[in-house]
DNA sequence: TTAATATATGAGCATATGTTCATATATATG
DNA sequence: CATATATATGAACATATGCTCATATATTAA
């Protein structure tokens, strides 16, 4: 929560931590990409980077960090791991700056 | 608007660095104390240097940065400029976000 | 068990970002 | 007009970020 002092709120520290993490993960058009691409439809690595164009081990070390910020999630399918959302909040903020990105 | 392609939507490169550029200036832990202390009231620029403990040049540095993607605004009142929040839209991102954060 | 395939990870490097310090600019007011 | 005050801006520097390249790991399937 925020804390009341004298006339106006203060984010407390932590959250203002968590709220950067946050927005950070979604700045990079890299990792717009990719979330976007996984709010359509769950992805194996491999079809990420071509989908995209780009390196296996880019998408790799992305995906390590949206993992980290349990941003996504995975399961093993034969010789694949397939990627799939796993925070819709997260994507109904993404989705809610590509609106207000193509308004204008 | 995103285009269609076989079986997915691609989002336009224009709109994915629109979306990148609002969400960088979401990511700084300084940005976001001062987008949420403007929130809630007006300030001139010395106030928000006091209130957050940062130095006027920073101050003004980031408020130039906020002003380009125009979520802030300013007018003079008397020898001070009074800045304000510019862009509920990405007010409400912040909140959203903040909330986000705030629960888990 | 071994070879092949898919993915992860570490190191190194180039670029981006945020701050400070010094200084410029602009407006108010004596 | 002259000076003080508030804010803006440019340069320099330290840190963060994202990529590539090389290699490690893990699972499948022969």
Redo the contacts between chains.
């Keep these: ?2 804390v009341k002092t004298e ?3 203060f ?1 407390e520290a932590e ?6 993490r ?3 993960a ?4 890299t990792r ?2 990719m979330l ?2 996984l709010s ?2 769950e992805c194996h690595v491999g079809h990420i980077a071509e ?1 995209l164009g780009m390196s296996q081990s880019a998408v790799s070390h992305q995906l390590a960090l949206l993992r980290t910020l349990r941003l996504v999630k995975y399961r093993r399918e034969g010789k694949t791991l397939v990627y799939s959302c796993d925070d819709d ?2 994507i ?3 989705k ?3 609106d ?3 308004h ?1």
């Excluded at 959250?15 to 950067?20: A, M, N, R, Y």
């Excluded at 979604?26 to 058009?29: C, G, W």
């Design positions: 929560m925020a006339d106006h709120l984010l959250t203002v931590d968590e709220v950067s946050l927005f950070k979604l700045a990079d058009p717009i990409k976007y691409l359509q439809e989908v909040h997260v109904s903020l993404l809610q700056a590509i207000h990105a193509q204008r």
